[in-house]
């Protein structure tokens, strides 16, 4: 699912709470099935808090329900504990069909919900990635700065919308650790000022000066395509861009704002280097940053996808995903 949407939010707000309703005010007949229904619960939460694009309307809102998830736990081991006019609740179903095939439908969730979020715990996996990870600077430095979109997506699901997508497979190879970086717009935990704006200046990571994020070489630059409107359809996927050689490897900076490319091929750059500024001539069209790092090349097809690491106050040689806060 596109992380430039609000329906995952809608989806999480609509069935936790509904959720949450059922389970206060209706038990099942044994503890067992009791039990498993906590924990699908748990699951099914865990896989929402995880992949959801959180800072697309408020990074800290997922935490609201938590007290009520404590509070309706001891509720629920309450009603269980408690003697009933027919005795204590049973451990095991009862022999009644309904019983029993309510346990069965407790189990299989478990075991749907247990393999999802087993997937997606592979998004936060980058040891598993041929060769050796790439350690950059975090490009951005002014704010405080979350991945709207980034993880492991050739093992896992959830977290990126590359290649691997929620429950589908799409995409380049080449971007299975490319990640999406946006700017907080204030501790209320939003990218922007108001949800989803049309207007570029209403985000706040707009216009943000791009460093080098490694001491290296630019082999390739892009410029000239307009920053469209925010959700407009771009010239091309990239927009402008800059690719830039950090050793052995290629790291592809998109969505640069119209005009602000500084380096042309054959320019080195450093760490200190500004390079250019965030603007939103790329997919999807909300301005963010792009960037990947690939081995071998660096056009569609040529390359290796490689998995990068950032440095950071708060987040030292750290693999970028879905909601990670980066301080630099």
Known sequence: MPWTTTTPIIIWAVTTFALMALMWFKQPDNKLTGLLFALDFLLYYIFWVECVNWVIFNYWIWILPIPFIIVLLFHYRGRFDRPTW?????????????????????????????????????????????????????????????????????????????????????????????????????????????????????????????????????VYAEDGHSDVKPFARPETELGNYMVIQCADSFVTLGNLKNGSITKQPGDRVSVTSAIASVGNSGNPSIPHLYIRATRGGWRPGMGTAVPMLFDGAYAVNQFATRNKIFVP
Request: aromatic fraction near 16%.
């Open 86 to 218: 027919v005795g204590k609740v049973p451990w095991l179903p009862l022999k009644k069909p309904a019983s029993r095939i309510l346990l069965g439908v407790a189990v299989a969730l478990t075991l749907i919900l247990g393999y999802v979020d087993t997937r997606v715990i592979l998004s936060f996996d980058y040891k598993s990635a041929p060769g050796n990870a790439l350690l950059l600077w975090f490009p951005v430095r002014k704010g405080v700065y979350v991945v709207a979109n980034g993880g492991n997506a050739a093992q896992g699901i959830g977290l990126s919308s590359y290649y691997h997508g929620w429950f589908t497979s799409s995409g380049d190879p080449m971007d299975a650790y490319a990640v999406d970086v946006v700017k907080m717009w204030n501790l209320g935990g939003s990218f922007s000022e108001g949800l989803l704006p049309d207007l570029n200046f209403k985000y706040k990571i707009y216009e943000d000066w791009v460093y080098g994020p490694c001491f290296g070489t630019v």
